[in-house]
């Protein structure tokens, strides 16, 4: 059997904490640029993943701490599933993804790194955009710096106009 690794993504695994990341980022509204917020909804909210598997990759999530989407209330859901669907269509226009993958990991048996509260991945996609050089080289290309990405992603959130 084989085994790839993705050591990029150990910084993640290392920088754990007790306390739910997403929570502080709930709580910490002044570090919003710190943290990659993208924006502030009434229910929701979008952050850049610090540790993306593509450049753009970025999360929807509520701001209630809860690990069972049955229980956010329509509300939420439907806000949520509102700023999944403007997420598409800017990774989209903003950054010419051609594809974008959308998606939610329930539950640390499905994969989830933060199983605690849940929340939408949404990663953008282009053709030939994944190879081998992960793991051959244990290197990860980013073509886009990321601070500038976050400002593109947030002002054409801030455009919408919605909040």
Known sequence: ????????????????????VFCNIVKNPQKDDEFGVLFRAKHCFGVMNLYPYSPGHFMVIPYEHID????????????????????VKILKEALNATGVNIGM?????????????????????????????TTISETRVAG??????????????????LV
Request: net charge negative; hydrophobic share 35%.
């Open 1 to 20: 059997m084989n085994h790839l690794n993705a050591p990029w993504r150990s910084e993640y695994f290392e920088t754990k904490s007790d306390d739910c």
């Open 68 to 87: 069972n989407i049955g229980c956010l209330d329509d509300e939420t859901w439907f806000e949520m599933s509102l700023y999944v669907k403007l997420g």
């Open 105 to 133: 990991n329930l539950g640390a048996d499905a994969g989830a790194g933060i199983c605690e509260h849940v929340h939408y991945h949404l990663v953008p996609r282009w053709k030939g955009d994944t190879n081998f050089i």
């Open 144 to 161: 886009v710096d990321f601070e500038k990405l976050y400002k593109k992603l947030k002002k054409a959130f801030s455009d919408l106009n």
